[in-house]
């Protein structure tokens, strides 16, 4: 069974940085590509980044480039989101997900995705 535990959300101002961690089992990790979505209350489960099997590609949501990296490291079985320079727009559960390929896209959607974790909550404070 596919088990995705997120760590490292909380509350910080506006301005700071999180790392987001999500540490994977019960699948070969390093045969898939990985994603950070998240969700805000009343809003679709967006996108935020996504990184291929290897970590050779990386796509970023438009609002993200520049503040966030995607990374993982496959010998941990493990995909980290760094978040820098924090906006209170970025306030959202966040998700990390599993995808059903090795091939990371810019345009994934949440049904390119199998496995979810249970999401940890990022709140940014102005």
């Known amino acids: 069974q596919v088990q995705l535990v997120e760590s490292g959300g909380g509350l910080v101002q506006e301005g700071g940085s999180l790392r987001l961690s999500c540490a994977a089992s019960?699948?070969?990790?390093?045969?898939?590509?990985m994603g950070w979505f998240r969700q805000a209350p009343g809003k679709e489960r967006d996108l935020v980044a996504t990184?291929?099997?290897?970590?050779?590609?990386?796509y970023y949501a438009d609002s993200v480039k520049g503040r966030f990296t995607i990374s993982r490291d496959n010998a941990k079985n493990t995909v980290y989101l760094q978040m820098d320079s924090l906006k209170p727009e970025d306030t959202a559960v966040y998700y990390c997900?599993?995808?059903?390929?090795?091939?990371?896209?810019?345009?994934?959607?949440?049904?390119?995705?199998?496995?979810w974790g249970q999401g940890t909550q990022v709140t940014v404070s102005s």
């Open positions: 990184i291929s099997w290897r970590g050779g590609s990386t």
């Open positions: 997900t599993a995808a059903r390929s090795p091939v990371a896209t810019a345009t994934a959607r949440p049904d390119d995705f199998g496995s």
């Open positions: 019960g699948l070969t990790f390093g045969r898939y590509a």
